[in-house]
Structures are given as C-alpha cells and as structure tokens.
C-alpha cells in the first residue's frame, strides 16, 4: 500500500519527463535507484554507527551478492523498501530505541509483506540477550508485536488482509501448495544453486567469524544475532 504510494509521485514526474506511455516506467525506475541508494547509504551508517573497522571493504562486500538478488532488488517491487525498514530494525535495536520500533513495525505492515520479518529478527535478539546477558528485554519486542498487530488491525484492506497473509505464509510460502501457482519465487531455490551463488559472501562471513575466534574475541550479543538470523534464513530457503 505504501509503496504504491511512494511509486506515485516519480510516476507522475516520469510522464513529465517523457509523454509517452514510457513515462511511467521511467518514473518508477527513478523511485527504485532511490531506494536502493537509501538501502546502501543505511548499511554504509549501520557500519560507521558499529564502528566497524575496514569499513570501506566491508561496505565492497555488498558486490558479492548473488547477481539474482542484485536484479531483483532493482526490479520495480517493494524488497528494498522492506530492507530498509529490516535495516532501520537493526540501526534502532542496537542503539536501544527501542519505541521507534512500534511506529516502525506498522508501517512496515503497510509497506511489504516482508514484515513478519521484524518480529523474527527481534524475537532473535531477544532470545539470545537473555541466554547471554541472563536478563529479560521485553521492551523490543513488545513494541515491535504491537506495532505489528496494529498494523495488521488498522489495514485498508482489513480483514482480507489477515487470510491473505495466512495463504502467503503457509500455502505459498511454507509448505508450498503447487494448487495456489503462487511462481517460482515461492519455491527454495537448489541446494547447489544456492550456495554457488551465495559462496563468495558466505565464505566472507565465515572468514570474519573465524579471524574474531581466533584472537580470542568472544562474540558479543550483536554478533550472535546476525549469525542466528543468516542460519535462519539460510534453513528457511
């Protein structure tokens, strides 16, 4: 909903631009290299907030990303504004602002069906604060399921909104139902497909992860989470 919103006014730029029926086009490619701009400025500020060190060979890390994913990212949808709204979590987790995560997770709810992400992502961090830290963090989470929930509750396409999350999430995404032809997208890619397109930034991460063992570095509770949440999205493909 939100993202079509967001398309409108480039749209209407791009018919100024060119009168022809490519103007629309234009107008939303336009949108699309501004998102995905956004999304690299964030990661580049999520790296300079973490005072990462190397952080311009880090941030040329996002080269070696699969070229499907680099594609699809600049296709006109909605991924890299979910993204941004997945990176924003991160930026606002990590520096304890943790209200910010209620208006956030709404208006993710609003924006891309992506958002089941974000309770998932802080449910994550949760869990591992209180296995490492011994201490219960409510406050993240709590914000992010009511602002989900309200999201979800306060929708214009509410309560349609609600089956067709449940058909997206367990029809079409897991247990796919060949019945619901939901595309190719829905189902996981080849195990080889996979880790050869992958393998380039999987070994990166790997590598760091080995060199802060090896000198002894005991992995903070950030670090556990991003570790937990590529396992997770590596199972869930």
Same mark, same amino acid.
């Given at each position: 909903?939100?993202?079509?919103?967001?398309?409108?006014?480039?749209?209407?730029?791009?018919?100024?631009?060119?009168?022809?029926?490519?103007?629309?086009?234009?107008?939303?490619?336009?949108?699309?290299?501004?998102?995905?701009?956004?999304?690299?400025?964030?990661?580049?500020?999520?790296?300079?907030?973490?005072?990462?060190?190397?952080?311009?060979?880090?941030?040329?890390?996002?080269?070696?990303?699969?070229? &499907?994913?680099?594609?699809?990212?600049?296709?006109?949808?909605?991924?890299?504004?979910?993204?941004?709204?997945?990176?924003?979590?991160?930026?606002?987790?990590?520096?304890?602002?943790?209200?910010?995560?209620?208006?956030?997770?709404?208006?993710?709810?609003?924006?891309?069906?992506?958002?089941?992400?974000?309770?998932?992502?802080?449910?994550?961090?949760?869990?591992?604060?209180?296995?490492?830290?011994?201490?219960?963090?409510?406050?993240?989470?709590?914000?992010?399921?009511?602002?989900?929930?309200?999201?979800?509750?306060?929708?214009?396409?509410?309560?349609?909104?609600?089956?067709?999350?449940?058909?997206?999430?367990?029809?079409?995404?897991?247990?796919?139902?060949?019945?619901?032809?939901?595309?190719?997208?829905?189902?996981?890619?080849?195990?080889?497909?996979?880790?050869?397109?992958?393998?380039?930034?999987?070994?990166?991460?790997?590598?760091?992860?080995?060199?802060?063992?090896?000198?002894?570095?005991?992995? &903070?509770?950030?670090?556990?989470?991003?570790?937990?949440?590529?396992?997770?999205?590596?199972?869930?493909?």
């Amino acid at each position: 909903f939100l993202f079509h919103i967001f398309l409108a006014p480039f749209i209407a730029l791009g018919k100024v631009l060119d009168p022809t029926i490519f103007g629309s086009l234009l107008g939303a490619k336009i949108a699309i290299v501004l998102l995905v701009t956004l999304l690299f400025f964030l990661f580049f500020i999520f790296l300079k907030k973490e005072k990462i060190g190397s952080m311009w060979m880090w941030f040329t890390t996002l080269l070696l990303l699969p070229g &499907d994913f680099l594609f699809r990212l600049h296709t006109i949808r909605a991924p890299a504004l979910g993204l941004i709204f997945l990176l924003t979590g991160f930026l606002l987790l990590w520096n304890k602002k943790y209200i910010w995560l209620l208006p956030l997770s709404f208006f993710f709810v609003w924006s891309y069906g992506g958002f089941v992400f974000l309770p998932v992502m802080v449910g994550i961090y949760t869990l591992i604060h209180f296995l490492k830290e011994e201490q219960v963090l409510i406050k993240p989470l709590f914000y992010v399921v009511l602002g989900t929930g309200l999201g979800l509750l306060l929708n214009p396409y509410f309560p349609a909104n609600i089956n067709f999350l449940l058909i997206q999430i367990f029809q079409t995404g897991l247990g796919y139902d060949p019945a619901m032809n939901g595309g190719q997208e829905w189902l996981s890619p080849n195990a080889w497909i996979f880790f050869r397109a992958t393998a380039p930034i999987l070994c990166f991460f790997g590598f760091a992860l080995f060199w802060n063992l090896l000198k002894g570095k005991k992995p &903070d509770t950030k670090t556990l989470t991003l570790v937990a949440i590529t396992v997770f999205f590596i199972i869930l493909n």
